[in-house]
């Protein structure tokens, strides 16, 4: 190489790589560096091709001048066979992800030994910006998900968010999942899943995978593995002995779907033992590696701790829930006491006189059919009461499931309306039928419906009017109460679903915070208007029950 050539070549290089460092974004970098390796090397075209999944070519990527026609045919073999050189076409190899990644090429010129070397010093400089921009794009990822884990998400958000991290990182093509473990048994629950290949939801939430010992004891481990399928089946990458792991998460049903040939599996685990997996696939063997597994190793420590803490805040919610419907129960009793002494204390004398009647001989059957209708309505009102408050107290906390709100509303005013009755508090009920079922359980809807109606009873004492109106908004189910009592102060209406706040003297402060639980976990939304002396209004909106609902 004659000293000027050399000039040229270093002058070049310097800037292509000045340039490459103000770039912000691998794209951009590929279609600057294309551009300017194009006419340093006076081509008459140019492309960056990537080496296709699985090997076997190259697929265009960016072309320069753009519509121009390149022939890729020669790279057929590649990675394993590389062409034989020629004076008209060029190529250098591309890194990315630690590993081959694609190649520049360059055809319509003479080219020469010195031009194959200039051209590789250009794509490895072009591969190290790259890999540099990655290496940005990994730490803001990681940055992000750290945000949100303070943000204290609700678990479904959080997990989402630490799946679409990892897919912005390893470009994965099948899938990516997370399986929380359960219970003492060896079984993992699909959480969370994030499909490449279509759109719509996942069928595979809530389902529960068991473990042989040796699958257990490599989760334990805390080792990430990889596994490649191949014709006689799955393949570790390392050796590692691990059960029948990749076998238990292979769930997705042959010829419904792309099948995975390779998987990534990273466990996290506390003191305690395994909490669960990150599992990611592609669709390719041979497409994920230890730069991938390295990318998913650093999300370990924070999910690990994220999950967990989720966790516990998920067993509190419930713990809550039963304590308020505990607190809830007292209350009722409380509440109608009253009405089931005077419903009882109707029906003693009726009694006493029919048997005073009956042992005289002088029973007047028109008399004792009245006496007994009397009777009958007095048990009524009881076993409604009752009947409601069994209902109420046999209910588990469940957060989801599917829940009838005619039920639920009807089993709330059993108990509730006759108390209201005598307070002088008129019920108005107006539900829109047909309403779908709502994604809450029975007994949580049943408990938002007595909180939600006992605070407007409570807002009465001096009587008013209490409507409650349901109606199906597009696939929502949008619930109304309003009452006419006190209302809430202003500045107490921003607190007022605040754990342990209470403005009453006896309360909990758990009732509207119970509320907003349920319907936080259902991906509802629970709004409060009021002004006082002018009543309160509560409007819950809660998403219809799905098929595969419990």
Request: hydrophobic share 40%.
């Amino acid at each position: 190489m004659g000293p000027a050539r050399e000039l040229a070549s270093r002058r070049f290089l310097f800037e292509l790589e000045a340039q490459l460092e103000q770039v912000r974004g691998p794209e951009k970098a590929l279609r600057l560096a294309l551009r300017r390796v194009r006419e340093f090397f006076r081509a008459g075209a140019a492309c960056i091709g990537t080496l296709k999944p699985g090997g076997g070519g190259v697929e265009p990527l960016h072309v320069h001048p753009r519509g121009a026609a390149v022939d890729l045919s020669r790279y057929a073999g590649l990675p394993r066979v590389r062409p034989a050189p020629s004076r008209d076409a060029l190529s250098a190899p591309l890194e990315r992800r630690e590993r081959a990644w694609g190649l520049i090429h360059l055809e319509g010129g003479e080219f020469d030994l010195e031009s194959r070397n200039e051209l590789g010093r250009a794509a490895t400089a072009l591969s190290k910006a790259i890999s540099r921009m990655d290496r940005v794009r990994i730490a803001e990822v990681r940055a992000r998900i750290d945000r949100k884990i303070l943000e204290q998400l609700r678990p479904k958000d959080l997990f989402y968010q630490i799946l679409d991290g990892l897919r912005s990182l390893t470009r994965y093509d099948h899938s990516s999942a997370l399986l929380i473990h359960r219970g003492d048994r060896e079984n993992l629950e699909l959480v969370a899943e994030q499909v490449a290949w279509r759109k719509a939801p996942s069928p595979n939430i809530g389902r529960t995978f068991s473990l042989d010992a040796p699958a257990w004891a490599a989760l334990g481990s805390g080792a990430i593995l990889g596994f490649d399928r191949d014709g006689s089946g799955w393949r570790e990458w390392n050796g590692r002995a691990c059960g029948d792991l990749p076998r238990a998460l292979d769930y997705n049903p042959a010829g419904e779907a792309p099948r995975e040939r390779c998987v990534l599996c990273a466990p996290f685990a506390t003191r305690t033992g395994p909490l669960g997996l990150l599992k990611v696939a592609s669709r390719h063997p041979g497409t994920l590696g230890p730069f991938e597994a390295e990318l998913v190793e650093r999300f370990l420590p924070q999910a690990a701790v994220a999950i967990q803490n989720l966790e516990r805040a998920t067993s509190f919610e419930i713990g809550m829930l039963e304590a308020e419907k505990k607190h809830a129960m007292a209350n009722l009793a409380r509440g109608v006491s009253h009405d089931v002494h005077n419903a009882l204390g109707a029906v003693l004398p009726l009694v006493q006189q029919m048997r005073a009647e009956a042992g005289a001989g002088v029973l007047d059957l028109s008399v004792l059919g009245r006496d007994l209708e009397q009777l009958e309505e007095s048990l009524q009102v009881c076993r409604r009461i009752f009947g409601g408050m069994l209902a109420f107290a046999q209910g588990k906390a469940a957060l989801l499931g599917r829940g009838n709100v005619a039920r639920a509303v009807q089993s709330t005013l059993a108990i509730l309306e006759q108390g209201m009755r005598r307070d002088n508090i008129r019920v108005e009920r107006d539900l829109v039928e047909p309403l779908p079922a709502v994604r809450v359980s029975q007994s949580d809807l049943e408990q938002l419906l007595l909180n939600l109606s006992t605070n407007a009873r409570e807002a009465m004492p001096d009587g008013g009017m209490l409507s409650l109106r349901a109606r199906p908004v597009g696939r929502d189910v949008e619930i109304a109460l309003r009452d006419t009592g006190a209302g809430i102060a202003p500045e107490h209406l921003a607190r007022v679903q605040e754990p342990f706040f209470t403005t009453k003297r006896h309360g909990s402060g758990l009732g509207l915070s119970v509320c907003r639980s349920i319907v936080r976990q259902a991906e509802g939304t629970l709004e409060i208007e009021s002004r006082v002396g002018s009543g309160t209004r509560v409007l819950v909106r809660l998403p219809a029950a799905r098929e595969d609902d419990p």
